[in-house]
Structures are given as C-alpha cells and as structure tokens.
C-alpha cells in the first residue's frame, strides 16, 4: 500500500509538473521569423476598384484609376523600447501595384522575434540608393523597367504611377490623367519617409508570423495636405511643386488598420 | 606489390587528367586605374566595381554591339566615335534607330571617372546607369534592359565572358552596366600637348598658343575650369532658342525648377578640335562660330548666366579677332591624338 501512496504522490507531482500553461505569450524572444505587411488600397474608405469605379476628388473632380503603383523601400521594424530591426537594403525595395494582388504582400524574413510596435518606411527611392551604381540596383532594376517604373530621358525611377481619367464641372470631356512623381536628378529629392503605429504589437516568433495590415487612402493622394486640382494640370511628370505635393501627400496617406498575430 | 603501386600510380594519374581544365574559369585579372598627375581625385566608387581585364573586355564587346538596340544596328559606338573623341562625326543632333532623330548633340566621352553626373541636363547620377537613357529612348536604341538581356544570353560568347568577368555566366543588367562602365572609365585622356606642357614634361607652347592660354584663363576658365576645363556646373549661356525643338529645356527637364530652363552642363573642352559641331544641339560647325557667338550672339533667352553679362548690361565676352584666333590656337593643343588610336578602346 506504502508503494501505492507513494505512487500516487509520484503520478500526481508528475501531472503537476506535466500540465504547465504553456500558451503563445510564454515562447522565448529568441530566434528570427516572418512578418507579412499587406498594403491596401482604399479610397476614402472603400475600397479602391480600377477601371470601372468614378471616384470624388477634392470634391469638384470625378476620377476613374486605371493604374496605381507605387516603390515601397528601406523597411524597418521598431520594438517599444525603440531597437529598430532594418531589413538588408538590397532586400528592401518592393513595388505595390494595385492590379497584381500578390504584390500588395510583403513577406519580411529573418525578423530578430520582437513585439514591433512601429514600422518605418520609404516612398520611393532615396538618392544613395543611385550612388550606389548598378551594384546597388541588384535586380530591382528590372522589375521596375518591367512595370514601367522607370523613366527613359532620367535614369531614375517613379516613385508613384497613378493614371487614370477625369471629369471636371468645367471639363465633363473626360480627359486622361498621369502622375508619375519621382526625383529630379540631383536637384529634387522627392524621396519621403514613413512612420506607421501599430495598434497592437506585432509579435514576431520563430513560430508566429504577424500580418500587419496597412490602409492606404488613396484619395489623399490629390487631397491631402496639399490639393491637387486635374482641371489645372492633369499631366504632373517632373513639377517643381506639385510632385512634391504628391510625394508629402503619399507620406502621410498610410494608417494601420489591423495586425494579426 | 609492385604491381599494386603500379595500379596506384596509373589510377592516379587518371584522376589527375580529367577534364577539369575545361572547368577552370581564373580569377579576373586587376587593372589599375592611374590617375593623371595633373588630375583631381576620381569621383566614380571604383570599391563598388573593381576594374578587371574581363571586365572591360566585356564592356568593350558590349559598347560597340548593335544588338543592344531594337534594329541590331545601333551600338554604343555608332554615336561614339573613336577618332571623334567618342562623339558623332559631324552630326548636329544624333539619330537612333531606323533614323529617329532626338534632339541633343552626342557627347564625348572622357575622363568619366572624374564626373558626378552625366548628360547635358544631369539625367544620370552614376556612370553605371546612364546606359539605362540612350538604350531605352524610343529615339536611340529603342530597346528595354529585359529585351537586351534576352539577347545577350541568347549569344553564346557572352556567357563565358560574363563568367570570366563575373565568375558566373549568369546575365544581369547590374553585370552589363557594370561591365560597360568599366571600359568607359578606361577611356581617360590627358596625353594632350597641352597636358605635356602643364605638367612640365618639356613641351612647348607656341607664342600663339601661350597667349591663346593667358586669355583662355582670363575669359573661359572661370566656367570652363581646371584641367577638365568644366566646372560639372549647369549653366545658360545666353543661346537664341531653336525653334526646330521646342521641346528642349535644358536642365529644367530634370530638376523642373523654371531657373533651370535652357541650362546645360558646362562640358569639357578636351579635344574640342575633334568633337565639332557644337553646343547641346550641335548648332555651331566650327570654333570660330563658336567665339563669335560669345563675343557677339548672345541672347537675353530669360535665364542667362550673370557671368555673362558685361558691366554695361550687355551679354558676352570680349573678344577682338586677334584674341579669338589665339584662344583657338590653344584650343587645339588640348587634342589627345594617343586617346583617339588607343587600341584599348577600338571597335577594330
């Protein structure tokens, strides 16, 4: 019997010690993992149609988007105690086009596991990138020339392609519109930088990969902090002000809506 | 036991002859970039792309290969003429494929090394990807960097020459860019007899000459500066417009900025006796056309340098008859006869 209650206390402190709690909250901050950041294009928040959908801008223009892409670069992550994690330059440059939904997804590996709390990143291609020579370029060089996100007269990339077609109470001929915003050589630098807060923190593990989802309004790309009437100029290439209107306007159009861990 | 050495012996003298000669790519070979005792510090980051013997042999292929344009015709070296210092005989403005014309004299090249920004407007602010412009304007080569690529890998000879260069035969635009801008950085001249004078290696100057260098100093160096004879800087030089492109701006194209309009950058007057005809549309056929309009054909075309206006208000240089025919004589001593038949840069 003695064997039997000593038995009984073995089983009954190995069961104890069996069934610790060992849900999500306490795997080890070690290792690396994935993030994904998907980049949704809405338009005063609905979501945004290319083609077919007339959409209000500024109130007193009508537009239809046939294409919007833009140069998503130099992605980091930031923790709330501030250690940024920065994804390998070469490795961080990405083009989000509207029409191409796997494009709109991108998968960031090697993340030191971390609560991120903030990302940060670049619209557009900032001038040391160019410094760099072809080296520099890796592959992106064809991707972009492949999307058209390249000028031919600068070697230079566009940083945003927004294009479509637009009616005006004073024009109701309906009349194409382009906006390819990029830098100007040397002599602009239409490069912007990006800081988005996540509303709950992204918890990046060797066995949680975080989808962080990121809203981009595009209407606040002629109705932003500065505004853009086509009606006054419906071809913005290489504008001394408005590309620079649309490149600060670009900045600040990205919210987080949701982050799934 | 004899027999089984014999055997050890045979075996590995077959395993010693295998065919891994044919497998053996060497290392690429170094090649130094010397800078001209007279010259200032290179601007290109030569850590970024090592110059190499395969690498600029490669480049060499690639700069006079037609198949980089849309028709196979138009190579590199069709608008760059050796014997031209690198420009088009004698054409105002280049044309392209199928006789697509463009709008911009073609452009010597020498001495890129030394630049921070390339073409008449600063369209391109590293050597690597100027290529990127002439390949892929519809008026030029006419061709996409996909395009080019699909071609290269299609022609057997490069992939050993990529793998040489490279040490893979994989074809990339980072490889083919790199490649091309390691034979052009090659092409730097500074053997001119002006530069056997300045650097006092015993040759003389004429008394015309000498004086042509005394007012070239006191009137075209304070742009035409230093022993590139350019300041990189963008500047209007009072030129009447040319109503046959109205679509020219000068560096307005690329910054946008409206004080740009009709700058160009202030090129370098190595082997100008060579690169005629002149300015950014090649409008002046020789060098005398060239000083009179600056002694005497400028126009107020809303945006010109204030270098170049006069006490009294009015735009241009003094120039007497005498003094021009000087500066010309001068002019002509910065021609680099060894850079114009340098084999390293021959398309024969």
Known sequence: ?261 | MNIFKLLIGVSVLLVGCNNAADDYIGLPTPVNFEVPANFPEPNYDFSANPLTAEGIALGKVLFYDGQLSSTGVVSCGFCHEQAFSFTHHGHTISHGVNGEEGFRNTQPLHNLAFYKEFTWDGAALHLDLQPIIPITSEVEMNETIPSVLSKLQADPKYSYMFEAAFGSDSITSGRMLKALSQFMLQMVSANSRYDAYSREEGEQLTPEELAGAALFNDKCASCHMGELFTDQSYRNNGLPLNSNFPEEEGRMRVSGFPDDFYKFRVPSLRNVALSYPYMHDGRFGNLEAVLDFYADGMVDNGNVDPLLKREDGSLGINLSASEKTNIIHFLKTLTDYEFIQDERFSEF
């Open chain 1, 1 to 261: 019997m003695k064997v039997l209650n000593y038995m009984a206390i073995t089983m009954m402190a190995v069961s104890l010690v069996a069934c610790d709690n060992d849900d999500n909250t306490n795997t080890e901050l070690t290792g690396e993992g994935t993030t994904r950041i998907e980049f949704d294009n809405s338009y005063s928040g609905s979501d945004l149609l290319l083609q077919t959908t007339s959409y209000s801008a500024n109130g007193t223009e009508k537009i239809v988007i046939d294409t919007l892409k833009y140069i998503v670069s130099n992605i980091r992550l930031e923790t709330e105690d501030g250690e940024l994690y920065t994804v390998p330059k070469e490795a961080s440059i990405f083009i989000v086009n509207e029409a191409n939904e796997e494009s709109r997804f991108i998968t960031i590996e090697n993340v030191p596991a971390a609560d991120y709390v903030k990302v940060h990143y670049g619209i557009g291609v900032d001038q040391d990138k160019y410094l760099q020579g072809a080296d520099g370029q890796g592959d992106f060089l064809n991707q972009a020339t492949a999307q058209g996100m390249m000028w031919s007269w600068q070697a230079g990339y566009k940083f945003i392609r927004f294009e479509g077609r637009f009616t005006a109470e004073a024009q109701p001929e309906e009349t194409a519109f382009a906006i390819h915003m990029g830098s100007h050589g040397s002599s602009l630098d239409n490069y912007k930088e990006v800081t988005v807060d996540l509303p709950v923190s992204a918890k990046v593990r060797t066995d949680i990969t975080p989808e962080i989802h990121v809203v981009a309004d595009i209407s606040q790309l002629l109705s932003g902090e500065g505004k853009l009437y086509l009606e006054e100029k419906s071809q913005i290439h290489v504008d001394p002000d408005k590309s620079p209107m649309v490149a600060t306007n670009a900045s600040k159009m990205f919210t987080v809506d949701h982050v799934h861990n």
